[in-house]
Each structure stands twice: as C-alpha cells, then as structure tokens.
C-alpha cells in the first residue's frame, strides 16, 4: 500500500500545485467547489447509480475471464449513453441531503457486509480508503480535474448532448487515461483488456465532471463504486 499510496501523490499532488502556484481559475479545473459542490453530488449521485448497471460485467470478467471483458465494454457503453440522459436536467437547489445520506450509507455498507461476513479487519478499511480517496479523488485530479480540463482549454467544448457541453478533450483525456492502465504496478506483461475498459470507463468518469463543472462529481462515482466494489470483491472471494 506505501508505493501505491506513494504514487497516488506524485500524480495528485503536482497538478493541483499547479493550478495553485500559476493562480489558474480554479472553476475552468474544477477546484471551485464552493460553488459546485452541490451540482457534483447531484450528479455524482446519479452517476453512480447508473454506473450500477456495469456491475454484471465485472462479475462477468470473473466468470468468463477475457470472453468477459466484452460483455463489460457493452455495459459500459450503455452505461455512458444513460449517463448524459440521466443528466439531461439542471441540478434541483434542494434534495442534496437525502443523496448524501445515502451515499454514506453506500460507504458504510461494504464494511458492515465484510464484519457479518467475519472479514472485517483494518487492512480491508485501509484498502477501502485508498480506493475511495487515492484511486477515485487522486486519478479524478490528475484525468479529469486537471488533463481534461487543460485540453478543453486548448480545443474548447463544441458539442453538447442533452444538456452537458463537452469538447475533444474528453476523448482525449479518455485514451490518455486508459494508455496510463495499460501497464500495472507489479505486472509482468501490458494489459491491453483493461486498458480499454479503463478508457470506456475514462469517458463515463469524464461525462459527469463535464456537467457537475468540477472533477468532485467523477470523483464521488469513482471513488465510491471502486472502494465498494473492491471490498465486495475480498468478501466474496472465499479466500
């Protein structure tokens, strides 16, 4: 955990000093969470429920192994598609509380299933933490708070579906971010399926920080569902 941890600073921690030290506006990057804060959890929210429907692919790539990673690409897609529809309104000026609570609630279950399940131990809530915090917020930083954001600068938002104004840079930053998974930490050969699914997965992210207008909104959806879905993954190994 120290060089994953070790890692997820060096790639957090230098574009957010960036934006500070260069006093970048901090909205164009989304770090204006003053501002948008209620719009990330909103859309945040509803990502994550709809980033839901790729659960069954990734049980599928444990089933089926490599016929499985297809499977999971298709519901990705879909789930991209239902995504800019699901966020085809403006966010509402009430109802963020009820998404928190159970957005909390979210965060709390995957500890109470492993403790149930007789696996609960400070290793699996440090894992959680890591997911949660180094993996959703520290990757969201680096890809969408500050690649994503950089790139619409250069090449502008042109496009719009149901609402979420995006540009080239959300393409880009998509295949940026899954050439960056091609190769893991302590691999012994490049991964070619995940770095696909992590670049369709890059485009669902880089949709909800378009509309939320701060990488807060893909970091709830990223870093919620991979804390969860890791634990959940332990748990139920049978290891």
Known sequence: MVATTVITLLWTIPPWA??????RDRAVYGFDFARKWRPAVHYGFWGFVVGLIQVPGFIAIGVLKTPGFFVAYALVLV???LVFYAM???PPSTG???????LAVLLILPS?????AGKMSIGIIGWQAYYLFGTGFGEEIRSRGYVQSRLNEAFGRPWTIW???FGPGLLIASVLFGLSHLYQLGATRLDPFTMLGAMLGALFFGAVRERAGSFLGSAVVHGMSTASLEVYRDVFSGS
């Open 112 to 116: 109470v299933v492993a403790s149930l």
């Open 96 to 102: 963020i509380r009820w998404k928190l609570a159970i």
């Open 18 to 23: 960036y934006v500070v030290l260069t006093k």
């Open 88 to 90: 085809r309104r403006d």
């Open 79 to 81: 789930s991209v598609v």
């Open 163 to 165: 609402g979420t104004q």
